[in-house]
């Protein structure tokens, strides 16, 4: 055979082991851990494997589930032994550990928003940032959706045209309420005693912030006239200026007259400038460089449910912005979506179907307008191996398939059909020239061709905010291979075909 066709043969084998790899692994893939959560303490990390569960062995996420559902809730701590690819780690509690997991994928292809579902936001800042600044924006942001406990989350910058820079924020499973929540505040977290500051948000002035055990959580819930109303709890600690600070401020404070076991003024609590609490200060306090506090709050509803579910989303607000700080921009939302995974797995199946009528349609056509079953074969092969190393090519560079994507697939053998086309038509014109020369001159209008529509794509990478990205680059991906293999290879193939 000729070098060609080697080649293609090989780069559409390596295009299988970069989409299936070679072992199947049993478990389960932890997809988050909760921070300062023990699971977290004791060392277990996303992306980890779980195998085992107290020498029980794992499979799926079933096998996960019946054992941790046989286990937990329990009224005593337990010993719970979870051994990973990474090792053994032991946790003692008595609840569920905090921790998401799913089952192992059978491939590399990762698939985005569209198909897997979950909320997308495209996020811009209210002033004209730079580029250096979007990716201070962007770590931060990160932190903040890591630390409340979000999974599968893709946060990338993207510009337009016109060059404005924008966060596009992506969160496999999450809800567009849930996102908005988080993003929509700048997070600019104070504490104040009258007019003077004693601490913000991050880790400059918290060094610690209590969200497990006994001592962070709801404590209490009562009802009344207007429905019911639960209070949570958390220490924090604070750094060794900030505690200076709080002594400074209060040591100018007097007792409290009518309370007298506390100071005259509260610790007032701000977030994005707005009141959210007033904690009592003891007089003990009066002067003193401490460093533990116990932050408090309330939620309220019209049922003791809808307390507490308020009350530990303001729980978690509060702890968020005070491990991570206020973002350095204001931001404002310009576009929020969302989708359902079975949606996402409709269009996946619809697209199957319909990618595989439409190759076996031209087949039909090849050949019915050339006579020679042959011919068909190879234009159905060279099809499937452009999509093959398209896809190999995303699992390689781990690009996230989503419905942009998929279409500059079906773009992408549009055009290898076209060009295949052209290379058949050719081959058959004229006598007048070698197969050879019919073939070669084929492959000069291609390449016209191809560079013709690479530059008409470009625009689209950076169009709609980025939105259109993964179309341009699939399809940029699709041409390119299409031109230095598939259709080299193709071009041999008729050679070989017409000659017999």
Aim: glycine share 8%; proline share 2%.
């Amino acid at each position: 055979m000729n070098w060609k066709i080697w080649l293609l043969i090989f780069v559409v084998l390596g295009s299988l082991l970069a989409i299936v790899p070679l072992g199947f692994e049993k478990g389960v893939e932890i997809i988050s851990v909760e921070q300062n959560s023990t699971a977290y303490e004791q060392g277990l990390r996303q992306r980890q494997i779980i195998t085992h569960i107290d020498e029980q062995k794992i499979t799926n996420f079933e096998d996960y589930k019946e054992i941790i559902n046989s286990k937990f809730p329990s009224i005593e701590q337990q010993k719970l032994i979870i051994t990973t690819k990474s090792g053994k780690f032991i946790l003692f509690t008595d609840k569920v550990p905090k921790i998401s997991v799913a089952d192992i994928e059978k491939t590399r292809i990762k698939t985005g928003l569209d198909l897997s579902g979950g909320a997308r936001a495209l996020v811009a800042t209210q002033e004209k940032i730079s580029n250096k600044e979007l990716n201070d924006l962007i770590a931060v942001t990160s932190q903040r959706l890591n630390v409340y406990g979000l999974k599968d989350i893709i946060i990338r910058p993207v510009t337009d045209l016109s060059g404005n820079n924008y966060m596009l924020i992506e969160i496999a499973g999450s809800t567009p309420e849930e996102l908005e929540n988080l993003i929509a505040q700048q997070g600019k977290f104070e504490a104040k005693i009258g007019n003077k500051t004693v601490f913000v948000g991050g880790e400059k002035d918290i060094t610690y912030v209590g969200r497990t055990g006994e001592q962070a959580g709801i404590y209490s819930c009562n009802s009344n006239a207007q429905g019911h109303i639960c209070n949570f709890r958390f220490p924090i600690s604070l750094s060794e200026d900030a505690a200076k600070k709080h002594a400074e401020i209060t040591d100018e404070l007097i007792i409290n007259m009518t309370n007298p076991e506390y100071l005259d003024k509260k610790l007032d609590l701000y977030l994005d400038e707005k009141l959210v609490n007033s904690l009592f200060i003891s007089k003990d306090l009066k002067g003193s460089e401490t460093t533990q506090i116990a932050i408090s709050g309330a939620g309220a509803g019209e049922t003791e449910r809808q307390a507490y579910d308020s009350a530990t989303a303001d729980m978690k607000q509060l702890q968020t912005v005070l491990i991570t700080g206020s973002l350095p921009f204001k931001l404002q939302i310009e576009k929020l979506d969302t989708i359902s995974p079975l949606l996402g797995k409709k269009f996946i199946n619809t697209i199957l179907i319909a990618g595989a009528a439409a190759i076996l349609a031209v087949g039909l056509v090849v050949f019915l307008r050339y006579r020679k079953i042959k011919i068909s074969i190879a234009v159905l092969l060279t099809s499937l191996c452009e999509v093959l190393i398209i896809l190999g090519i995303s699992a390689l560079f781990k690009r996230n398939l989503d419905l942009p994507a998929i279409a500059g697939i079906i773009a992408a053998i549009g055009t290898g059909v076209d060009s295949q086309i052209i290379i058949l038509d050719e081959s058959q014109m004229s006598h007048l020239l070698s197969l050879k020369q019919r073939i070669k001159r084929a492959l000069f209008i291609i390449l016209g061709t191809y560079i013709t529509t690479l530059f008409a794509l470009l625009p689209l990478m950076w169009a709609g905010a980025g939105l259109l990205k993964g179309f341009a680059i699939t399809t940029i991906i699709g041409i390119s291979a299409g031109v230095f293999i598939t259709r080299p290879a193709f071009s041999e193939m008729v050679k070989k075909i017409l000659r017999d």
